[in-house]
């Protein structure tokens, strides 16, 4: 099913690379690598080596898979699941302490607002504003990764909960539990900011 095109297709460059197509890598890589960098550097809580190494070795793994890769889904939706197994993988090998997420002010609007009580930024919420960012960013940070992977792929890249359910291996209600947990987790830890005036 042919949809929206872009100067070269994802599928068509794959085709290139799997006959060796160093140029077409490239491309590839230069259209996707702000997405495959932004999600590994929100999981692993920042910049640094780490996260280099991480995006270089996901786009390694692409070109190695090249000749096995065939169009079930969106090119996207592969790239991410690959993005998601190496980061568990990292996880996994380097120990939960390393787990952080650096989320912003909006992103916690974006999960509270609904919940009533929209965020004035007056000069006399200047103080508790950035210790609510603070707030915000150690809440995300405990979260569980899988949480957190689904936060991200919703709300910073977009996906739809369908194609998040490919990347996450899960079912579609088992996607939209996790983002429920983590909206729930998320007002709990941050309850002390909401309602109570302190």
Known sequence: M???QEETRDEDLMAQIAKGDEEAFRQLIERHQDRVYGTVAKM???TG?????LAQEIFLRVWRAASRYEVKAKFTTW???ITRNLVFTFF???????EKLHETLETE?????????SLKRTAADELSGKELAEAVEKACA???????????LRQYEGMEFEEIAKVMGMSLTAVKALMFRARENLREKLSGYFGASN
């Open 44 to 46: 692993l809580g920042g």
């Open 2 to 4: 042919g949809t929206g």
């Open 79 to 81: 790239l991410m699941t």
């Open 92 to 98: 996994d090998s380097a120990g939960k302490k390393r």
């Open 109 to 117: 609007e974006d999960f509270m607002g609904g919940q009533g009580g």
């Open 49 to 53: 080596p780490d996260v280099e190494e």
């Open 142 to 152: 405990e979260l569980p990764r899988t949480q957190r992977m689904v936060v991200h």
